[in-house]
């Protein structure tokens, strides 16, 4: 009898070895770690920092990295500012051509607060016109707001071809620049501010008002040389196409303007609070007590709202005019020249009694 044989079962297999398992589990530990670690050092701070207030970056024009960087540092702090420059350089970002003041807001992290500086919209400022008694004097404090030189916008100003445009001579640059607000940004230009001043002018100069100077036989620039005076003169805006008026009546006659504002202007003293027979020499052709009619340009700026009381001012028959002796900031108005010398001993007793010089 055959024995029976019966073929042996394989070995079932081996389970995998428990260190081999470990090993494995070990490397991803660690290439997580480093991920983690990586994430810490390079990105987390991008995005986790935030910035420590409100900020306008001025990026000049033709500016790098380093630029940028500085700016930066200048509101919100070098850490801040080194994360910006960071993010910039990964991104491989080029400023060379983002001339322009950026704003970044409070909390914003230094990977927003590049790509804004990068590809974010200009912040507008505010650029306010009040009362400029000279050219030089408000191209100081222009440029002191925008990114170019006094003497650019002087230049700009004194620009025979522009100012034409606005049927201005030289040196009648202070007419365009009217009382107001008007919103630029700070990268704008000499000719960028011209042009936005300049609009403004034209759209008050219209039609209805320049018809209106020309029934009272004058030019948009003689009536605001007109009312640069007028506001020299009165506070009142109740008082001031009263005022106006007069010198309108003076120019009518033949008669000097003798406005004190046009001595102190051509003495370059506004501090001057009495004029006297000492300051009439001064040889200038703003001096109006020396030179018949108007001065060749505004004495200063000079609002709408002045404008229109000119305008819109009540015929009369003053020809004289002499402050309040109660100092209230309005004016005695007179015909003749007897009532005028009243009224005028009147205000010079109270300076006397006061000791103003």
């Known amino acids: 009898m055959e024995e029976n044989q019966q073929s042996p079962k394989p070995a079932p297999a081996a389970p995998p070895s428990r260190r081999k398992g470990m090993s494995g589990f070990m490397i ?19 995005v986790a920092m935030g910035a420590e207030k409100e900020a306008v ?47 970044i807001e409070e909390g914003m992290s230094p990977a927003k607060a590049c790509h804004r500086l990068m590809k974010g919209a200009q912040h507008p400022l505010m650029l306010t016109i009040n009362g400029f008694r000279s050219a030089d004097l408000l191209a100081q404090r222009v440029a002191r707001r925008l990114d170019f030189t006094a003497d650019s916008l002087l230049n700009a100003m004194s620009d025979p071809a522009t100012l034409s445009e606005y049927g201005l001579q030289p040196g009648q640059a202070l007419a365009l620049f009217l009382d107001d ?28 008002r320049t018809a209106k100077a020309e029934k009272l036989g004058l030019t948009p620039v003689q009536v605001m040389t007109i009312c640069s005076i007028v506001d020299e003169e009165t506070n009142k805006a109740d008082e001031k196409g009263k005022v106006g008026r ?21 003495l370059g003293d506004f501090t001057i609070k ?19 009619g108007l001065p060749p340009a505004p004495i200063r700026t000079t609002s709408v709202a002045t404008i229109d009381s000119v305008l819109d001012s009540e015929p009369s028959e003053y020809l004289y005019m002499c402050a309040k002796e109660d100092f209230s900031g309005y004016h005695n108005f007179a015909e003749s020249y007897a009532e005028h010398l009243d009224n ?6 109270e300076l006397d009694r006061l000791g103003i010089e």
């Open 344 to 349: 005028a001993r009147r205000y010079q007793k």
């Open 181 to 208: 607000s008007y919103e630029v940004y700070w990268s704008a230009s000499p000719a960028d501010i011209i042009k936005k001043v300049g609009d403004n002018y034209k759209r008050v100069w219209n039609e209805e």
């Open 246 to 266: 007069l010198y309108i009546n003076r120019l009518n006659v033949g008669m000097p303007l003798q406005a004190d504002p046009t001595i102190r202007f051509a």
């Open 274 to 292: 009495r004029v006297k027979g000492e300051h009439l020499n001064v040889d200038s052709p703003f001096n109006t007590y020396r030179n018949r």
């Open 57 to 103: 970056i001025k990026i000049p024009a033709g500016a790098t990295v380093k630029t940028v960087e500085d700016s930066v540092a200048k509101y919100l702090g070098a850490d801040y500012s080194e994360k910006v420059a960071k993010a910039a350089k990964l991104t491989k970002a080029d400023f060379s051509r983002r001339h322009g003041a950026y704003p």
């Open 28 to 46: 991803a530990s660690i290439i997580v770690g480093i991920l983690i670690i990586f994430s810490l050092i390079y990105f987390i701070p991008f």
